[in-house]
């Protein structure tokens, strides 16, 4: 049975209340109604979800999505109640864009309680969501980190915390409300999507809860046929990234070089299809080796990309022609999303 009717019914009687002929000390206590209200309704929410878990009647829905941006509209959403306490909300992401598969909603329901408890229990300092994914043999693993400042837990309370309507009895504690059924709904489905979450704390330093799910990756098999095979050669600046990383996934065979000189010995002795650019090398430096290229070429042609940087978007009118006469072939924004990089070099291969 939903609870929605009744609530409406509820709430529409307390806007009938809401008028501007209260006074203050009225408007106050319809507040707090109303407040109780809601509290009410999420925590009858959680406890009819939880009822349902138990008896299997709550299914595994997948579908795409990018941990990247989950991890943005979270920031997005969290960021006011954080600034509101004084608190700072981090984000730390270790890895680049990657289109996985999993179950959304279930996934942004447990790490939205998790920051949602680590804000309200943490009153000075920080709240920080670490995001961290590891290639497995045919999956990934999404790790996330919920870090606070707040009040802690004694550690012989972990298990606990995740057990129906379990409340730390501390004084330090019952300022907050709610009453312990959060903690246990997240606990059940993560169960439910095979993921699993972990906690440590220190009492009156901070917590760590870790959530870590395997989940596939979207259009994996497509993706790993895509380049099998193919050598490319990538001519960098800095330390490589996302391009390489998806490139060898991809299946392709990339060998990296930063010297202009290793570039050209390396076309000498090995055919390669491809010869990519990185984003941080300058224009005028792609041009130079370009022409260098071409010069030397012999028996085959290899295609030249240019990945420039998104910003410079506005300025492609000043460096592409020079780019295109010196002899490459396409010029194009970086980007971190495998679907545009997939499409747009099977236009170009193929």
């Known amino acids: 049975m939903s609870l929605r009717p009744h609530s409406m019914l509820f709430q529409g009687g307390l806007q ?62 969290f960021e006011p109640v954080a600034k509101k306490k004084g608190l700072d909300l981090v984000s730390r992401v270790h890895h680049t864009g990657y289109m996985l598969e999993g179950d959304t909603t279930k996934i942004q329901q447990i790490l939205t309680t998790l920051i949602n408890n680590a804000i309200k229990f943490t009153e000075n300092g920080q709240v920080v969501i670490e995001s961290q994914l590891t290639h497995l043999n ?45 903690l246990s709904v ?11 979450i972990e906690v440590s704390s ?51 065979n990339v060998t990296c070089h930063q010297h202009e000189q290793l570039v050209l010995d390396h076309l000498a002795e090995k055919e390669v299809a491809m010869v990519m650019f990185a984003e941080e090398v300058p224009p005028e430096r792609v041009e130079r080796l370009a022409k260098r290229i071409r010069e030397h070429e012999t028996t085959y042609r290899t295609l030249l990309i240019y990945w420039y940087p998104p910003d410079e978007e506005r300025y492609l009118d000043d460096f592409e022609p020079g780019l295109k006469a010196a002899g490459v072939d396409y010029c194009h924004s970086a980007t971190r999303d495998p679907r545009v990089l997939s499409r747009l070099l099977s236009k170009w291969l193929y």
């Open 138 to 182: 045919e999956s990934m693993r999404w790790q996330v980190h919920i870090i606070d400042t707040g009040i802690g837990i004694e550690d012989i309370y972990f298990e606990d915390i995740f057990l129906p309507f379990f409340q730390v009895d501390s004084s330090q504690t019952r300022e907050y409300e709610g009453i312990g059924v959060g």
């Open 16 to 77: 009938l209340l809401d008028n501007q002929y209260l006074n203050d000390e009225q408007k106050d206590t319809l507040a707090i109604i109303r407040k109780g209200s809601q509290h009410l309704e999420f925590t009858l929410e959680q406890i009819i979800q939880l009822n349902k878990i138990e008896k299997g009647q709550v299914a595994v829905s997948l579908n795409e999505f990018n941990p990247l941006q989950m991890i943005a509209d979270l920031l997005l959403e």
């Open 186 to 196: 997240i606990k059940q489905i993560a169960q439910l999507i095979g993921a699993s």
């Open 202 to 252: 220190d009492l009156g330093v901070g917590s760590q809860f870790t959530v870590t799910m395997p989940l596939r990756q979207r259009y994996q098999s497509k993706q790993q046929s895509l380049l099998q095979d193919i050598n490319i050669l990538y001519c960098h600046q800095d330390e490589t990234g996302f391009e390489v990383e998806t490139l060898q996934r991809f299946g392709a």
